[in-house]
């Protein structure tokens, strides 16, 4: 464990294997990206994402702002999905999954790609026409892209 936090998860007997918690990623659909601003304060954005090849991807405003005016280069960040979840009222307790990746956050150098992946991901049956959107909208969004370098998975099912 060369980055991210330097602990062991204390609920073992919970915790994914690489290849579950990856699944959660896949299917998930939105999560709460976390940085620290240039203030010194803790950001906790949700976002809708796309995840390929050990990466995150997401899009946002490219109007000035809290996340666009902290990220100039590379920024470490923590990322956070919950996956299905499941109220337990008689035991007082839930059944869930979630994963907590940590990484590395820049803008994107390949805006269109990384908003093609968002576009496969929610509107694969309108994959030309998002193309055509995505293209019209370069000026108007930022691209994150978030290399993920530690990543930890949980359940209870």
Same mark, same amino acid.
């Given at each position: ?14 915790? !994914? /294997? $690489? #290849?579950?918690?990856? +699944? ?13 601003? @240039? &203030? ?46 499941? !109220? /337990? $009222? #008689?035991?007082?307790? +839930? ?13 994107? @150098? &390949? ?47």
């Amino acid at each position: 464990m060369e980055q991210g936090i330097k602990r062991e998860m204390r609920r073992k007997d919970r915790q !994914l /294997l $690489p #290849e579950e918690a990856e +699944t959660v990623l896949l299917a998930g659909k939105y999560g709460v990206l976390s940085i620290i601003c @240039e &203030d010194g304060y803790p950001y906790g954005l949700p976002l809708s994402y796309a995840y390929d090849d050990g990466k995150l991807y997401f899009h946002h405003t490219a109007e000035p702002g809290l996340l666009n005016d902290s990220v100039s280069g590379e920024v470490r960040a923590c990322f956070t999905v919950v996956g299905n979840t499941e !109220l /337990l $009222p #008689e035991k007082f307790s +839930t059944k869930y999954e979630s994963v907590i990746a940590f990484g590395k956050l820049k803008k994107s @150098e &390949d805006k269109l790609g990384a908003l093609m992946r968002l576009v496969r991901k929610f509107s694969p049956d309108f994959e030309e026409k998002g193309r055509r959107y995505a293209a019209s909208s370069l000026d108007e969004v930022a691209v994150y892209e978030f290399e993920i370098e530690q990543m930890t998975g949980k359940a209870r099912r």
